[in-house]
């Protein structure tokens, strides 16, 4: 039945023959930009939530505990939506229906990992945010076994 | 079958129930942003495709020339761009596994429309441009009928 | 006197002739734009209002209600700030002498109109959001009458 | 009759008294913003124009051109629209009613201005590019005499 | 020795005869961008310092605060980093080998002159910011000695 | 007397000690994103100049080929340009003054490397562009290394 849903798919798709030259492994296209902002939006959550609340009554305290708490939550907002735009270009633009038909999950693995990032910003969320390395952990599992080529996987923090 | 697939995906997404004030209809959401920018994507791809190359002697009319189609294939590529963050944002925000429940080829028409706007950028296709067109109409159809409102389907150009 | 005034500008305008393949109906411009972000205004302006403050002794609530607060606040400077610049592509790109003419309010209400998005930046007003509001709907019935268009006003929200 | 107008205009504002603090000269507004954007577009359109156009035959130059005169384009259009936007907040957010009074060519400077900065993206012209540098230098004197300031206008290139 | 570290230096340098066209004054470069920013960065600053704390009981008053105080953070942010950027157009782009041998903390000022930028988003405080205004200052003046102008620093606030 | 230049430049450096929390590794860095950008950049050199110029009489084949051309050589610049921003990021916020002590070329390092972005955007120059990749991989090294880290190098294309 999956192969008559992929059959299916691959008949509505515009003219793959015309992009023939972007089958090839030609474009540049690396999970580790998604894993650099996922990082950034744990490292903010994890700092959002160890933020000492000063005394009130202590002004410059308290002015210099908004600044960053407001700096911290823009910069959150910021990582976690270039996390999304640079997971959906490898979904929308590298994935291809010959990958589907190996990666049944595709379409739920990117959309719940697009949902998470969405999750991180509405949310202070530590267990989000690290669903969310995990599951760029996953699409670069992926990624990289569709190109047979094995990188290892890192954190910069 | 589906629904097995539908409950599996259903239980791995994050805490649903968290979300709970997204589910109301509390969000500006509406495919009409993506409808005008399509429109700009198909209009461009005209207006690209009917431009009457000048004289090679001609120098004033040349340079005219290189910098009208120079515009135009950068407009072209900013709407579909726009087009496709727009279409987007209604996959990975507004539709929730509910929807994917009443529409199973929800992931399906979302990437076939993303990858309809990769390839009017890739491309001067009148075809494609009006291929996305009618994917934006079908998303519009769609979206409007899950908020049970009977929103007319209209272009400004 | 205000003929004269119109004939004063017109004569100062660069080279309406140079621009004629633009005077006939073939750009796309939609104040739909407008009307989607100034929804998001009014919708952002209202969720701020209605925020419950918790209680500062808890901590998880209280970072949650600041995350909150803070998005809502950027989301209805970037809405109202897009709102702004729809609006204003509207004003110096579409119109033209000839629609002065016709509505001698014109710069009046964009005046106006581009005033009150800054208003709803620099203000939690539900009073000057619903004023945005009615000044696009303005210019959605300005812009379709200069068109002969019968084109609906709608709410997404 | 125009004092008529003037009071209309000001009956219909939104609460001007609410924005008291920024009656004041607190702002930071500096025509040099747009003065030094418009000086590129003059300078953009002007190396555009000069640009010799290489024997066809000879790919590496004919190559080089084409990237030369892609950037040339695009940067021109940049700083246009740069200009538009920096010019328009001074039209929106720094000029008041009570200038309008003092200016009544306010709205029309403006409206040409911006209209000329659309004109400088359309066409490749010194001549337009031109009238967009003494519309800047007009709006320069405007500003800075209703600071009773005396800045000089100077060029950078 | 600083002489020879200058010859190495240039030896290093990508081709400059290729960008032989750059070397004479065409480009369009001047401080005044990054004065008018760094002078909001200042205003911001000193509006956030003197922003009067409302009784937390009065909710109308609490909410104006954190709006405004939201936006003066994000202004500040968002003005610093403009600051930033500009700046450092200035360093890889106008400043030469040439200008080095002149001026042997070129890089030192640049460096300094940028941190400056991210300690005043990281902080708010005026000492800083009036820093950053000094080090703006000393780039304008160094900057119009290298084309022997003699362009008057003024401020726009 | 490099020991007295670097001891002048600590001097003048704005209060190290209020930034303490940074000297830690608590942020997130990584050239990566600039490794990524750089191969664009290298990639998108090599379709410019591996491009067939098609026969002037087949008219859909040039659009075709002016609109791939347009891409290529915007993509390069916005390839380029993010390169040169994710460098220099590092240069202003992760290296530190005992780094300079450390890499007494740091700044001559990132000057340059800076300065083959720009050449990257105003050329069609594969050799620029490999040079460009060479100072990317020699900053991996010197960031790593600073870290006590053995992160290894790879390509993705």
Not at 40 to 57: G, Y
Not at 70 to 99: G, N
Not at 131 to 142: G, P, R, S, W, Y
Request: proline content about 5%; charged content about 25%.
């Amino acid at each position: 039945m999956l192969k008559q849903v992929i059959a299916k798919i691959k008949n509505r798709f515009p003219a793959p023959e015309v992009h023939a030259h972007c089958d090839g492994p030609c474009g540049v296209y690396d999970p580790a930009s998604a894993r650099i902002t996922a990082e950034a939006v744990v490292s903010m959550t994890k700092k959002i939530l160890d933020l000492e609340v000063p005394d009130p009554s202590d002004k410059a305290a308290t002015i210099a505990y908004q600044n960053t708490l407001s700096r911290y939550i823009a910069i959150k907002e910021e990582q976690a939506q270039k996390t999304k735009e640079d997971l959906l270009i490898l979904w929308t633009d590298y994935f291809k229906p010959v990958h589907l038909e190996k990666y049944p999950d595709l379409h739920d693995t990117f959309w719940k990992a697009a949902k998470l990032c969405s999750a991180c910003k509405v949310e202070v969320s530590a267990e989000h945010a690290n669903e969310l390395m995990d599951a760029v952990q996953k699409i670069h599992n992926m990624f990289w076994a569709t190109k047979d080529r094995d990188v290892s996987w890192y954190k910069a923090s």
